[in-house]
Nanobody, 122 residues
Framework: QVQLVESGGGLVQTGGSLRLSCAVSGRTIREYFMGWFRQAPGKEREFVAR????????LYADSVKGRFTISRDNAKNIVSLQMGSLKAEDTGVYYC???????????????WGQGTKVTVSS
């Protein structure tokens, strides 16, 4: 059983930066495609970024491209999301996601974390 635990959320001002981490336990992260999704208040959960098993293939949502960077450390079983130039519309709960085959941008993969809250204020 794979368990995902997010950390790093918090309150940050517009234009600021924040780094989210997702610690994976139960299985080695090398076996999983990893991704991040977010859900803003009153909205549906949306895709943010995904990264392939070795990190060679990365995809970002247009809304975060150039501002966010997803990375993974397979030795430490951690996937991270470095967020910069934050905007109010980046506010939401951020979820870590994992799947042995693919993290679909529409539905995500099989395993989900509990989420970490990010609030961007002006």
């Amino acid at each position: 059983q794979v368990q995902l635990v997010e950390s790093g959320g918090g309150l940050v001002q517009t234009g600021g930066s924040l780094r989210l981490s997702c610690a994976v336990s139960g299985r080695t992260i090398r076996e999983y495609f990893m991704g991040w999704f977010r859900q803003a208040p009153g909205k549906e959960r949306e895709f943010v970024a995904r990264i392939s098993w070795s990190g060679g293939a990365i995809l970002y949502a247009d809304s975060v491209k150039g501002r966010f960077t997803i990375s993974r450390d397979n030795a430490k079983n951690i996937v991270s999301l470095q967020m910069g130039s934050l905007k109010a519309e980046d506010t939401g709960v951020y979820y870590c996601n994992a799947d042995p085959i693919m993290v679909e941008t529409t539905t995500g993969g099989h395993y989900w974390g509990q989420g970490t809250k990010v609030t961007v204020s002006s």
